[in-house]
């Protein structure tokens, strides 16, 4: 499939001003805003010449027409030369054709706002768009896995070793901080109920099935999913944007073996690493709450924990823990795979990488949950 239309600039000295257009310019695809030629154009030193580069351009259609129609217009405003030898000879019939015949007067009309049906129409478009790439980079990246296994996958070992440490060793500040106020919170909210009847051991049992069943790999997953899962998100979206992506597929390289491969892999290593690690500090939490507001030993509260969780416990939440990885790179992954071809893209990249990243790992827990009830787990 071909990639959607994008735009690039070049000076030649201070006199002309390079359009180059690439990819495919049609109305189904997000297409480069006439501000960004006028923000370019006006900038110091201010041009006396326009022109264009179309051999990268692989398909277009009257969205193409309208762009430059309102390039050649603002041209004409600010009496800049535009030289159409560079572009297509349809192209510049059509343009011809278009300035011959006048424009009537009161053809231009405001754009009224879109009617209910036709939001909900665009939105189901868009909304069946998203699911058919969704599942398309799902399907390649089954294929890519597949490749990893029979040790025919193509990346860099230095890059998933990078990716290993930024995923973890880079993120045990956040986790501590994290896991231990969540363990501190709930063996706060505990103690202050179980007082009552003098039940203050058995809020070690709260916090230790707690964090290791649920509360370990949920809060593990959802700080990675905004510190990670938009990093990878941002990180990819300005590859596209610079066309660095592109740059792979023409070089004969999988952008997902070599990109999102590696990425995948490192946080689906990391996370059981770190669900273990927020458990340890989660319980330490409850513990400063146990020892310092129920006056309990460090002994019998850890005495206490051990006869309370079980391995099935323990080795649940690192299962889980595995998967909120996977989702979690595959949101980020696939949003800034989707990014579009502005520097306000990216930003949106990243936002949406984090909401489908906590979603996703909201809906696994959920199935997760009904899964281990039915299992007796």
């Not at 868009?126 to 790439?133: F, L, Y």
Request: hydrophobic fraction near 50%; charged fraction near 15%.
């Amino acid at each position: 499939m071909a990639s959607s239309g994008a735009l690039s600039f070049e000076r030649t000295g201070d006199a002309t001003v390079v359009l180059r257009l690439s990819g495919s310019w049609s109305l189904q695809g997000g297409l480069p805003s006439v501000a960004e030629v006028e923000g370019y154009v006006v900038s110091a030193p201010r041009p006396m010449g326009l022109s264009f580069d179309t051999r990268g351009l692989t398909i277009w259609d009257s969205s193409l027409l309208t762009f430059l129609s309102k390039v050649a217009e603002f041209c004409q405003q600010q009496r800049i030369t535009m030289d159409r030898s560079g572009l297509p000879s349809g192209i510049r019939r059509l343009l011809d054709l278009a300035e011959a015949v006048p424009e009537r007067k009161g053809a231009r009309k405001k754009t009224a706002e879109p009617l209910l049906l036709e939001r909900i129409g665009n939105t189901t478009i868009a909304t069946a768009g998203s699911a058919v790439e969704t599942l398309a980079f799902l399907g390649e990246m089954t294929v890519a896995f597949a490749r990893l296994l029979r040790m025919k996958a193509r990346y860099r070992a230095s890059d998933l070793f990078l990716l290993i440490q930024e995923c973890g060793a880079q993120a045990l500040p956040i986790i501590t901080l994290i896991s231990f106020l969540v363990g501190v919170i709930l063996a706060f909210v505990g103690a202050v109920q179980l007082k009552q009847f003098g039940g203050q051991i058995y809020v070690a049992d709260l916090v230790g099935i707690a964090m290791m069943r649920e509360m370990g790999a949920m809060m593990t997953a959802i700080i990675m999913a905004g510190r990670t899962g938009a990093a990878f998100a941002a990180r990819l979206g300005t590859m596209k944007v610079t066309q660095e992506i592109d740059a792979f597929t023409a070089a004969g390289f999988s952008a997902l073996e070599f990109l999102v491969l590696p990425r995948v892999v490192a946080l689906a290593l990391m996370m059981p690493l770190l669900c273990l690690y927020s458990d340890f500090v989660g319980l330490l939490g409850g513990a400063a709450i146990g020892v310092g507001m129920l006056d309990l030993s460090w002994t019998t509260y850890f005495q206490e924990t051990t006869r309370a969780i079980t391995l099935t416990d323990t080795f649940g939440g690192v299962f889980k823990s595995s998967v909120y990885g996977v989702l979690i790179a595959l949101s980020g992954c696939l949003r800034g795979l989707q990014c579009g071809n502005s520097s306000s893209a990216v930003g949106d990249a990243a936002t949406s990488a984090v909401v489908s990243g906590i979603v996703a790992i909201i809906v696994a827990c959920g199935i997760f949950s009904v899964a281990f009830y039915v299992l007796g787990i």
